[in-house]
């Protein structure tokens, strides 16, 4: 491009945004002629013009432009009147940038806001499901699809700004790009929301959350339908969180779908208290108490019943095992290794690590 097309393109460009340089050329020619510098009050007003400026969508580089072209039809021939009107377009341009980049701050703070009452709506249920399906949409989702939830705990809480959401959230947008994908934290924990039909998506999550927090643990809900389909699997996740701190699983990622089996005890507590006390009751009258049995019952079913791995992990003998078992087996009437019996025994394990069975001995 030619020189004389360049500066036609400059000129055309200072015309489009010529009201937020109103004023500059006559504050230009005075400070030249007098050598001062601009008041507060011609200041305060660049920088609200560079406010609006930022608001009607006008480019930074733009403003500049529109600034410099002004400059030039106003510069003073004589050389004492240069420098200050150098001087002086540099305090105003400086004065412009900085309301410019002040708006710019501002809808920031207002995109954060917008974004966090999203959130808190979304994973609570809180708004009208119309209403919520049409913001979703500025985020990229679409509630009317299914969609799935994983959430990840660390030692440490973490906010959005916070470099392990940003690494996680960097990692993300590198692998996958805007597809639909929300990254945000919650109550600490960093979260995901995907399309249920992107399972390699949450799995890509788990694995660089895992990493980022330095081996914490990441609950991945099921995809459930529909607007509240979100808040739905959240809630699963984070519940399969608490459980695995109550049952003290240590599993990095945790499948819902592949734990079904504890909420559904959980969910009849009288019933869950009752088999315990009944199968596994007789053990507190051991010596030493019902919780070196119970570890023996839970290391027993955790190895698929194979003694000599379950006396491993406990740090036994083998013979010292399976005396255990025969302690159990006596003070039951149930054999650990006698299928008809091996189930109801398992089953109240489980419910004695969700209901804390037995309080402190």
């Known amino acids: 491009m030619a020189v004389d097309e360049m500066s036609d393109t400059n ?44 608001e009607a969508g006008v480019g930074l580089r733009q403003l ?15 050389p004492g009147g240069q420098d200050s009107a150098l001087a002086g377009m540099h305090q105003v341009i400086d004065a412009v940038a900085e ?11 207002r995109e954060e806001a917008a974004r966090r009452e999203f959130i808190d709506d979304l994973l609570y249920g809180r708004s009208d499901l119309g209403r919520l399906a049409q913001r979703a949409e500025r985020f990229g989702l679409q509630l009317s699809h299914a969609h799935a939830v994983a959430v990840a705990r660390g030692a440490e809480g973490y906010d959005e700004g916070d470099p392990v959401a940003r690494r996680v959230e960097q990692a993300m947008i590198a692998r996958f ?22 399972e390699e998506a949450l799995r890509f999550f788990a694995k660089h ?9 990441v609950a991945i809900g099921r995809a459930q339908p529909g607007p509240g389909g979100v808040v739905q699997s959240y809630e699963e996740a984070v519940s399969i969180l608490d459980l695995a701190e109550r049952m003290e699983l240590d599993q990095p990622v945790l499948h819902a779908a592949d734990l079904l089996v504890y909420p559904v005890l959980a ?6 208290t009752d088999l315990v006390t009944h199968a596994l009751g ?34 036994l003998s083998v013979r010292a095992f399976t005396y255990r078992l025969e302690r159990i087996r006596q003070l039951t009437g149930a054999n650990p290794a006698d299928p008809t019996h091996r189930y ?6 489980i419910g004695a690590r969700l209901l804390d069975w037995p309080p402190d001995e």
């Open 11 to 54: 000129v055309e460009s200072a015309e489009s945004v010529g009201e937020y340089v109103g004023g500059f050329a006559g504050i230009l020619a005075d400070v030249a002629a007098t050598g001062r510098r601009l008041t507060r009050d011609e200041l305060d007003s660049r920088r609200a013009l560079g406010e609006r400026a930022a």
């Open 267 to 272: 969910r009849d507590r009288q019933a869950l």
């Open 64 to 78: 500049v432009d529109a600034h410099l072209v002004a400059a030039r039809a106003a510069w003073p021939s004589s």
């Open 282 to 315: 007789p053990l507190t009258s051991a010596r030493g108490g019902a919780r070196p049995l119970l570890a023996t019952l839970s290391a027993y079913f955790d190895s698929g019943c194979v003694a000599a791995e379950a006396a491993r992990r406990l740090s």
């Open 177 to 198: 790009g805007d597809r639909s994908i929300l990254l945000t934290t919650k109550d600490g924990r960093l979260l995901c929301v995907a399309p249920g039909d992107q």
């Open 209 to 217: 959350a895992y990493e980022a927090t330095d081996g914490g643990q």
């Open 99 to 109: 309301g410019y980049e002040r708006a710019q701050r501002h809808a920031v703070r």
């Open 344 to 349: 109801m025994l398992q089953t109240a394990v």
